[in-house]
C-alpha cells in the first residue's frame, strides 16, 4: 500500500549555514540560483509560475507560502525544499513528486449494480492525475447514486494501492443496503387538518404488510417534491392563504436501517374568509351571471382552488361568446386582523372574434373531413371557446389520435385562425383471446380490427373464434359519419357454429345497421335489420322435448332498434360516466321469417372516480323474451349467463335453466349485476388490479326474476396496457358451487396493435 503524506519541510536546521547568511543584515539579500528536480509530466513553466525566481528576495515565511501555493494545484504528491550557500552563492531546490496517474477505477461489494453503471456515476476516469478532492467527490456521488436507489444506509470507503512507478488504484468498497421504503410519514404543526387527511391526499404512501404488492412506500424525488406542493394546495384550499409548509425530510429509522421516516413541518397559520367579491363594470355579461359563473361566495372560507378555477370561468363566460382575448386581472387584498379577503376582478373583454380559418395539421392518413366533422366551430362565426375544447375531446374520442392540440393565431384585431395539430396512432388492431376451464378445454379467438380505414373512419372487423366446442366466423363494416352527417351506417356478416352439451347450432346471416344522433354525441338511435338461417342438429336421444322440437333449419328476420345514452370521458379507458343501452327485437312471420318473438333488454355501465385513482364499475343488465306467435322461443335466442364478459367463476352459457335430463336450454328472462374496484399497481405502465362480485340468475317461462335464487361469484385479476394491447387476467369463485360444477375458473385474453 503506497502512503501518502505531505512532507513541506524547510531543511535551514540540516544544513550549515554560515551566520551572516541569516543575520539581520542579511534580510534584504536575494536568490542567486533556483533550481527544480522531480518533475515530468507537468512543465517546468507551469511550476515556475508559483516559485520564487533566482533574483528574488527571500524569508522562511516566502518559502513557505510558495510550497503551499503548489500544494494548492493539486497536481503534486509531495514537495521538498533544500536551502543551502555554495561557493558563497544562495540557492533554493524545490524537489518535485508528482500526483501518480490513475491506472484503474474498481469496485467492490457492489451486488445489485454493475460497475459500468457506477463508472458513469462518477468524473474519475482511468489516466486522470489523482485527486483526493476528486475522489473524495465521487465518493460522495456514489453515495447519492444509491440514496436515489432508495438505498439509504449504503456505506462507501476508497483506498489507493500503488501498481508501478506513479501510477495507482483507486478502489471504492461499497456495502450496499436493502432498497428503503417509507414506513412513516410524520407530520408536526398540523392542528386543523388532520394526520389521515393530509397522508390520503398527497402522493407518497406509508408501507405497511398489506400494501406489499402496491408502489406505496416507494422513495421518487419528483413525488417527495409534489407531497409537499400537494399538502400546501390542501391548507390553501380550506382557506389557510398563508400556510407554510417545510421540504420532507428524509432519516433512517434508529432501529431499521431499511426504513424510512418523512417528517414534514408545517405552520398553519389562520384561515381566512371572503368578505366581498366584485366586478369591474361590463355591459356585455351581466353582474349576476358572473356571480353565477363564480364559486367563491361571501362569506365562504377562501379556496385557492376555487378562486383560480373562477377566473378561468370567467374568461370562459366572454370567450365562449367570442371575445377570445378577455383578460380577467384579479386583485385581492388579506386583512390580517379579521382573516378576511376581498377580491376585485378586472375585466377587459377586448374585441369581438371571428374565425377566419380552421386548419389541419398532423393528418397524414386521416381525411381532413373526419376532423372537421367533431368540431362544432365554424369558419366565418363567431369564436366559441367551448365548442373548440369540446372539439378536442371530441377528436380524441374518436380513438385514431394519441394527441390533439388547438392553437389561435390572431390574423387581425378581431379575426383568429385555429390551427388543428394531430399525431396520428395505430388504428389497427390484432386481439388474440384464450380462455380455458375443465368443461370447455382451450378456446382461443383472434380479431383484426382497423378502426380508420383509409384514413376515412370507417371500421372494419375480421373475428374467429375456435375451440373443441366453438368455430364463429364474422365480418363487419362501419361508416360512422355517412356522408358527414352524424348518420352511422353498417353491415355484417357471419358464421357461427357451437356445440352445446344438449345440441349444436349453426347459423349463418347478415345485418344492415342505420343509426343517428338525437342528442348531438350524447343520445343515439339505432336501427339494424337483420336476416340469419338457424340450424338445430346433434341432440341427445334423451334430451328434453323442448330441444327436440326444434331441430332442423329457420329462418329469422329481426328489426332491432335501440337507444343508446353515452356520455363516458373516454371512449377508449373510460374513468368516469355512463353508458346505457335499451334495446328491442322484433321477429316474426310478417317480416317474412319462420320465427315469432319479441325480445327486450337493458343494459346500463357507470365509471365512478374514488380516490387514489381507484374507479368504481358498476354494471347491470337485463332481457325478456316473449313469443308473439304459435311457434315457441327459438331456442337459440333464449338466455345464458356465463364467462369473462357476462358471470365470471362460470363457463360460458352455463348459468341457464336444466331439463329433467340436466340438459341446458336457456331460459326468457335474465338480469346481470357487476361490481368492480379497479386499482392502480403501477401507473407508469398501466398496471391495474380489481376485485370484482358478480350476480345474475336466467328463469325460464312461467317463473319470476329470481325465482330460483341467483348464481354469484367473487374474484380478482389485473388489466395490463402492454405494448401488444390490453392484458386480463381473471380468476372467479363460485360462491354457490353445486355439486357437479368446478369452484373456480381462470380467464385472460390479451391483445395488439398495428
Not at 536568490?31 to 527544480?36: C, M, P, S
Not at 357451437?498 to 354525441?521: F, L, P
Not at 392502480?680 to 317463473?703: S, T
Request: proline share 3%; hydrophobic share 40%.
Amino acid at each position: 500500500m503506497l502512503k501518502f503524506f505531505i512532507k513541506a519541510t524547510l531543511l535551514l536546521n540540516l544544513i550549515i549555514i554560515p551566520f551572516h547568511v541569516l543575520s539581520e543584515e542579511s534580510i534584504a539579500a536575494v536568490l542567486d540560483e533556483v533550481i527544480i528536480e522531480g518533475y515530468r509530466r507537468v512543465p517546468l513553466s507551469n511550476i515556475e509560475q508559483y516559485t520564487l525566481k533566482a533574483g528574488d528576495e527571500y524569508s522562511i515565511e516566502l518559502i513557505d507560502a510558495t510550497v503551499k501555493t503548489l500544494y494548492s494545484t493539486g497536481l503534486f504528491l509531495d514537495i521538498g525544499v533544500d536551502f543551502e550557500v555554495i561557493d558563497g552563492k544562495v540557492v533554493l531546490k524545490y524537489i518535485i513528486d508528482e500526483m501518480p496517474l490513475i491506472s484503474s477505477i474498481r469496485f467492490e461489494g457492489n451486488e445489485t449494480e454493475k460497475a459500468s453503471k457506477l463508472k458513469d456515476e462518477v468524473s474519475l476516469k482511468r489516466g486522470d492525475k489523482l485527486s483526493f478532492i476528486a475522489v473524495e467527490k465521487a465518493m460522495m456521488d456514489l453515495l447519492a447514486f444509491y440514496e436515489d436507489e432508495n438505498r439509504y444506509g449504503t456505506k462507501i470507503a476508497f483506498s489507493i494501492e500503488e501498481r508501478t512507478v506513479n501510477s495507482v488504484d483507486v478502489i471504492f468498497t461499497i456495502e450496499e443496503a436493502s432498497k428503503s421504503k417509507i414506513y412513516n410519514i410524520i407530520l408536526i404543526g398540523n392542528k386543523n387538518i388532520s394526520d389521515d387527511t393530509i397522508k390520503s391526499a398527497i402522493p407518497t404512501q406509508e408501507r405497511h404488510f398489506w400494501t406489499l404488492i402496491s408502489s406505496s412506500g416507494k422513495i421518487q424525488k419528483d413525488m417527495i417534491i409534489a407531497t409537499r406542493e400537494i399538502t400546501r394546495l390542501l391548507y390553501l384550499t380550506e382557506g389557510y392563504a398563508k400556510v407554510s409548509v417545510s421540504e420532507p425530510e428524509l432519516s433512517i429509522d434508529d432501529d431499521d436501517p431499511n426504513k424510512i421516516n418523512m417528517t414534514i413541518k408545517i405552520e398553519e397559520n389562520s384561515q381566512y374568509k371572503v368578505r366581498s367579491i366584485l366586478y369591474t363594470e361590463s355591459s356585455i355579461i351581466s353582474q349576476e351571471d358572473l356571480k353565477k359563473a363564480t364559486l367563491l361566495k361571501v362569506d365562504g372560507i377562501f379556496n385557492i382552488q376555487q378562486y383560480q378555477q373562477d377566473i378561468l370561468n370567467l374568461t370562459g363566460q366572454f370567450s365562449s361568446i367570442g371575445y377570445a382575448y378577455a383578460n380577467i386581472e384579479p386583485v385581492i387584498q388579506l386583512d390580517d386582523e379579521t382573516k378576511e379577503v376581498d377580491i376585485t376582478y378586472k375585466i377587459d373583454p377586448g374585441n369581438l372574434v371571428t374565425v377566419n380559418r380552421i386548419e389541419i395539421e398532423g393528418n397524414r392518413t386521416t381525411r381532413d373531413n373526419v376532423i372537421r366533422r367533431q368540431i362544432d366551430q365554424m369558419e366565418g362565426e363567431i369564436y366559441n371557446s367551448s365548442y373548440l375544447n369540446q372539439a378536442r375531446a371530441n377528436i380524441m374520442s374518436t380513438g385514431y389520435f394519441s394527441n390533439v392540440e388547438i392553437r389561435e393565431v390572431q390574423v387581425t384585431p378581431t379575426t383568429v385562425d385555429v390551427i388543428i395539430t394531430v399525431e396520428e396512432e395505430s388504428t389497427g388492431s390484432f386481439t388474440f383471446g384464450v380462455a380455458y376451464s375443465t368443461l370447455d378445454g382451450l378456446l382461443g379467438s383472434v380479431q383484426l380490427q382497423r378502426n380508420n380505414f383509409l384514413g376515412l373512419g370507417h371500421t372494419v372487423s375480421l373475428q374467429a373464434e375456435v375451440s373443441k366446442i366453438r368455430t364463429d366466423f364474422s365480418f363487419s363494416y362501419t361508416e360512422p359519419w355517412l356522408f358527414d352527417w352524424q348518420v352511422s351506417a353498417g353491415l355484417d356478416a357471419f358464421n357461427m357454429t357451437y356445440v352445446w352439451d344438449e345440441y349444436t347450432r349453426e347459423s349463418t346471416g347478415g345485418s344492415i345497421r342505420v343509426g343517428h344522433a338525437i342528442v348531438k354525441r350524447r343520445l343515439f338511435m339505432n336501427y339494424r335489420f337483420s336476416i340469419y338461417n338457424v340450424n338445430i342438429y346433434d341432440i341427445p336421444v334423451d334430451a328434453s322435448e323442448i330441444i327436440k322440437s326444434q331441430q332442423g333449419r329457420i329462418w329469422t328476420h329481426s328489426f332491432s332498434p335501440s337507444i343508446i345514452w353515452n356520455n363516458l370521458d373516454n371512449y377508449i379507458d373510460p374513468k368516469k360516466g355512463n353508458k346505457s343501452e335499451l334495446y328491442v327485437d322484433l321477429a316474426g312471420t310478417f317480416l317474412g321469417g319462420d320465427a315469432d318473438f319479441v325480445k327486450v333488454g337493458a343494459e346500463s355501465v357507470q365509471f365512478i372516480p374514488l380516490f387514489a385513482n381507484i374507479v368504481l364499475f358498476l354494471r347491470v343488465k337485463v332481457g325478456f323474451i316473449f313469443p308473439t306467435g304459435d311457434s315457441p322461443i327459438p331456442i337459440d335466442e333464449r338466455f345464458r349467463l356465463g364467462g369473462i364478459n357476462s358471470i365470471r367463476g362460470f363457463g360460458y352459457g352455463d348459468i341457464s335453466p336444466v331439463d329433467s335430463a340436466g340438459y341446458r336450454y336457456g331460459g326468457d328472462k335474465f338480469a346481470q349485476g357487476n361490481i368492480e374496484l379497479i386499482f392502480p399497481l403501477k401507473e407508469d405502465i398501466k398496471l391495474r388490479g380489481l376485485i370484482f362480485f358478480d350476480i345474475g340468475q336466467v328463469n325460464d317461462v312461467g317463473e319470476n326474476l329470481f325465482e330460483n335464487g341467483t348464481r354469484e361469484s367473487i374474484g380478482a385479476g389485473i388489466r395490463w396496457s402492454t405494448p401488444m394491447g390490453m392484458f386480463r387476467l381473471e380468476f372467479g369463485y363460485k360462491l354457490d358451487k353445486k355439486p357437479d360444477e368446478d369452484p373456480y375458473r381462470f380467464e385472460f385474453s390479451i391483445g395488439g396493435t398495428f
